[in-house]
């Protein structure tokens, strides 16, 4: 019978990374909290939303060099512990930006 084998899996290694240069790179722009806000409200749909991610890849993978990225994306909207990290991570670096700005 076939048997489903992927081609690449997610480490937690490379989800670590995709979460620190998401979050720096909303840091960059400074839309931390609508991004915020955005992560927490799609929450409830985040599974379909890394499922719809993972079905695009193919398609998405044309236009970078390493398609590989929108895999690790997918594998962390579709899991609630990583969306979660890159939602604390955000945060933190919003914390610390502020601590920098009040600084004398």
């Known amino acids: 019978m ?11 290694e490379a989800a670590g990374q995709l979460i620190e240069r998401v979050a720096k ?9 609508p991004a915020v806000f ?10 379909t939303a890394g499922s719809l991610v993972h079905a695009a890849t193919p398609f998405l993978g044309a236009y970078t060099d390493n398609e590989n990225v929108f895999t690790d994306f ?22 610390e930006s502020d601590r920098e700005k009040r600084r004398p």
């Open 74 to 95: 997918a594998t962390v909207l579709s899991d609630r512990t990583l969306l979660e990290q890159l939602i604390c991570r955000i945060e933190e670096l919003a914390k």
């Open 2 to 12: 076939f048997q489903w084998q992927l081609g690449y899996e997610t480490t937690p």
């Open 25 to 33: 790179a909303v840091q960059r722009f400074g839309m931390e909290v």
């Open 38 to 47: 955005f992560l927490e409200l799609s929450k409830p749909v985040s599974f």
